[in-house]
């Protein structure tokens, strides 16, 4: 866990931060009044640091969990129009949510400074894709950033304040989870004296209201902004050239690379012992058209280093063409599009162009390379109440004659997509947040497959609910269940609208799940706890199944909190306590290892029994209540 309190100190003084910690730190000296955001990996970090309750109360802002990014961006950079500086952050795919408002906010143009951070995932670490939302900017005409340290990310985005309020544009810093992560010295700096949290609105409404004869003002009009925008790439010294001195000198070898691919780049030409100029873009859009046309007139072969797409390489492709020049200029065709970027990848690149023979099999680093580590796939964590809940209707579906290898379960983004896994397999599609529902619309119609999909609470918040409308609207049968563990935990445990507390820990009103889809007129609504009482909850299951089966649209809520949260704030979760097997009583059925799957629970060869590991089980005590024998005791109370 990140010490997000680092990031308060004195100006001068250092710090060991995160990225996104440092990111943070640099938003609070830019004197930021509104930040906003929903969590996602790997853009989290930065807005836990910014609701730490220490931090907020140094130095006084407004910051929030929303309920999902494109409200996060509306309100941030409706702050922004009010005269606030304002931030938010999203990770690569959360920016899609947001799309909408970010192509309208450029036309519109900003008052105070508006800067978001766009956190990409190469290598699909935490994501569903590897997109590359440098063309976004593109796309939408943003000004764009890319830090390659902590240390440059903290001042870069104190310097996107700057620009913006220069230009009157978003300013997007996009980051890859590399940069985000990665930990490095930071030297704090100064905090402004007083900030700004309460602004007034002018109104302004052929900028504001983008009708389309306002849009067509405006659109003339961001053009204008992005030339000025290019005026500053080509004079910023985020731009530099770096001479990497070396005895390999074949040809006039020069480097452009933005974000973590400088580093690599630098080290790269470092270890081949090959002299290289390296143009490093940190204002990476606009780009400095001037600056790469003088760059590459002095050198023989050019090597673009990024990651993921060749969105750099496209453009200075076509400037070099327009401008004339004949050198080669390699990319894509010589550093895979595929995942992320590492020095060995770029070492083969240089030593390919360079005509030199390369191996990234050196012996003797061989020899010093630790054993292969065994492969961990993920799990749901001891006493995690998905577990249950997937337990609980697999079994239900089994009673009620409807075999689950023949029903489709549309998932989630969460961590119960982990029901993907064996024995449950109960995870047959997923595209993106909320859409567990959405294609549950369509598989209810295209297929006469029974169809139940799963989602957590904050995604249901997030992007369940339209979808659930649209069954109701276009009365497609449908069984949906919410798997409600009152947090966001797979992000950080961030709170959401089931949580009762805001993102600084303020009590706030539940939001329940159950009394919206009893508004928008879902047939069929219950509730249960499948940790509190399985069976129980199974019963209610079979019910619900046969009202599905009779055409209701049903919608169930299975109510649990989170168990690693839980041990957190009231030092227990389910029932409490420590549980232990009764060898002689037991029959090795088999349920609590190999049905229930509970990784706390273990097979003893010699005795040919199952154990269960005290220092790993968490005393929810499902275990106890599937027992068919009841040889699973408790042996104290806890809780």
């Not at 949290?197 to 302004?204: A, L, Q």
Request: aromatic share 8%; hydrophobic share 40%; charged share 20%.
């Amino acid at each position: 866990m990140f010490n997000m309190a680092s990031i308060l100190g004195e100006p001068g003084e250092k710090r060991f931060l995160l990225g996104n910690e440092a990111i943070a730190r640099g938003l609070i000296e830019a004197g930021i009044g509104f930040a906003a955001a929903y969590p996602g990996t790997p853009s989290s970090e930065i807005i836990d640091t910014l609701l730490q309750a220490k931090v907020i109360a140094k130095f006084k802002y407004y910051a929030e969990i929303s309920t999902n990014e494109k409200v996060a961006y509306e309100a941030a950079f409706s702050a922004c129009l009010a005269g606030i500086r304002s931030f938010t952050a999203a990770k690569h795919v959360g920016i899609n949510v947001a799309a909408d408002a970010v192509a309208t906010s450029a036309y519109i143009g900003t008052n105070a400074g508006f800067v978001f951070v766009s956190a990409d995932d190469p290598n699909c670490w935490s994501s569903q894709n590897e997109q590359d939302n440098r063309w976004y900017a593109r796309l939408f005409g943003l000004v764009m950033l890319e830090p390659s340290t902590p240390s440059e990310a903290k001042e870069m985005a104190k310097t996107a304040y700057e620009i913006s309020e220069k230009v009157k544009l978003p300013v997007m810093i996009r980051t890859t989870t590399r940069v985000s992560h990665m930990r490095g010295v930071v030297e704090l700096g100064e905090i402004p004296s007083s900030i700004r949290t309460i602004g007034k609105f002018e109104r302004n409404i052929s900028r504001y209201v983008v009708v389309p004869a306002n849009a067509r003002r405006n659109h003339k009009s961001l053009l204008e902004r992005l030339k000025k925008a290019e005026n500053i790439a080509e004079e910023t010294r985020l731009n530099f050239v770096r001479s990497v001195d070396g005895s390999i000198r074949k040809k006039k070898l020069g480097i452009i690379a933005s974000g973590v691919g400088y580093l690599y780049a630098v080290e790269a030409a470092e270890k081949l012992g090959v002299h290289a100029e390296v143009l490093k873009l940190g204002f990476s859009y606009p780009l400095p058209k001037q600056k790469i046309i003088e760059f590459l007139s002095n050198i023989d072969v050019a090597l673009v280093v990024e990651e993921v797409d060749p969105v750099m390489e496209k453009d200075i492709k076509a400037m070099a063409y327009d401008a004339g020049l004949k050198i080669p200029i390699h990319g894509k065709d010589l550093i895979p599009r595929l995942y992320e970027l590492s020095v060995t990848k770029v070492e083969k690149a240089i030593a390919k162009i360079l005509g030199m023979p390369y191996s990234d099999s050196n012996p003797s680093e061989t020899q010093m390379r630790p054993p292969e580590i065994p492969a961990r796939p993920p799990v749901l964590c001891p006493g995690c109440p998905h577990r249950a809940s997937y337990y609980a209707i697999k079994t239900a579906l089994i009673r009620e004659k409807i075999k689950p290898e023949e029903t489709i379960f549309p998932t989630d983004i969460g961590c119960y997509t982990l029901g993907i896994n064996p024995p449950f397999n109960m995870g047959d599609l997923l595209l993106c947040m909320g859409s567990s529902i959405g294609t549950s619309n369509g598989l209810a119609r295209a297929t006469d497959q029974p169809v139940i999909a799963f989602i957590g609470d904050s995604t249901f918040y997030h992007a369940g609910i339209p979808a659930l409308i649209n069954a109701v609207f276009n009365q497609h049968k449908i069984f949906v269940v919410v798997l409600d563990n009152s947090i966001t935990a797979m992000t950080g445990f961030q709170p959401n609208p089931s949580t009762g507390l805001t993102g600084i820990r303020e009590k706030t009103k539940i939001v329940p799940i159950e009394n919206i889809a009893r508004a928008i007129g879902i047939d069929y609504v219950d509730v249960i706890d499948p940790v509190a009482d399985i069976n129980k909850a199974i019963n209610r299951l079979q019910e619900a199944i046969r009202q599905y089966k009779n055409g209701k649209k049903v919608l169930i809520v299975s109510r649990s909190p989170c168990a690693l949260y839980s041990l957190r704030t009231r030092g227990y979760t389910g029932k409490g306590g420590r549980y232990r097997i009764n060898t002689e009583q037991c029959i090795n059925c088999g349920i609590c290892y190999k049905q229930f799957n509970c990784p706390a629970i273990l097979f003893d060869q010699e005795i040919g029994k199952p154990y269960i590991r005290p220092d790993i089980c968490t005393g929810c005590g499902v275990c106890m209540d599937l027992c068919p024998v009841k040889a699973i005791k408790r042996v104290d109370k806890g809780g």
